[in-house]
């Protein structure tokens, strides 16, 4: 049996005095990818959050590599990349300054040259320089993305509905990213309303429904 990278344990979760999901249980060994179904307001977000230990769950708990993520802290928020349904960019900052101060916030460190290699990976080369605020919205979710490509050490990836406000180019460019993380050991957790993510056939993909 393989051993888990990610473990959520009797997790409970209580959002406005309503219960959204219960006693759920579930091992993610490394090299796969979860991806999390259900309705609007099943709790898929909220279940990430707690994944990333921005959440405390109502009851339960996250392991990572065997521990309690609320016992790693830092440690364990230096292995992995979180990225909301909202991009989370400052408006009067550059695509470039964007990359930078994510990358310190979440403890690593980035050159302007890297920052623009990932920006030019998710086809926003020539825009490094402008302001975000005069990005389209799916120029903005690439903006967003391009932290993958920064961050691809990061062995735990989760992503609230990243395919939202991409073209066809950069879903399917976003839907390789998935794919090779996953194929080179790292745990994708993921919210999707598409179907299909265009993986190959046969990926490993887990799915778990709320």
């Given at each position: 049996?393989?051993t888990?990278a990610l ?6 979760c209580?959002?406005?005095g309503r ?9 993610v ?9 259900g ?10 959050r707690m994944v990333c230990?921005?959440?405390s769950p ?11 993520i ?7 928020h ?5 990225l909301?349904?909202a ?6 900052l ?14 690593g ?10 920006l030019s990976a998710?086809?926003l ?13 799916g120029?903005?979710?690439?903006v967003?993305?391009?932290r ?11 992503l609230?509905?990243?395919?939202n406000?991409?073209d066809?180019?950069?879903?399917a ?6 794919d ?6 790292g745990v ?5 309303h598409q ?5 190959p ?10």
């Open positions: 049996m393989l888990p473990e959520l344990r009797e997790l409970g209580v959002r406005s219960a959204l999901f219960s006693e759920l249980n579930l091992s060994p490394a090299g796969r990818l979860l991806r999390v179904t309705a609007n307001g099943a709790g898929k977000t909220s279940l990430l230990g921005l959440l109502a009851r339960g708990e996250v392991l990572w590599r065997g521990t309690r609320k016992t790693l802290r830092e440690e364990f230096r292995q992995l990349i979180y909301g349904h991009a989370a960019l400052k408006d009067d550059t695509a470039t300054e964007n990359l930078l101060t994510a990358a310190r916030l979440a403890g460190s980035a050159t302007e040259a890297e920052a623009a290699a990932a998710t086809g080369r020539g825009l490094e320089r402008t302001p975000v605020r005069a990005l389209s919205q120029q903005r979710r690439r967003a993305l391009a993958l490509v920064l961050g691809s050490k990061a062995p735990l990836w989760v609230d509905e990243p395919f406000a991409l066809a180019t950069a879903a460019w976003l839907a390789g990213r998935v090779a993380h996953v194929a080179s050991g994708v957790l993921l919210t999707s179907g299909d993510l265009a993986l056939p046969g990926a490993p993909q887990l799915e778990l429904a709320l």
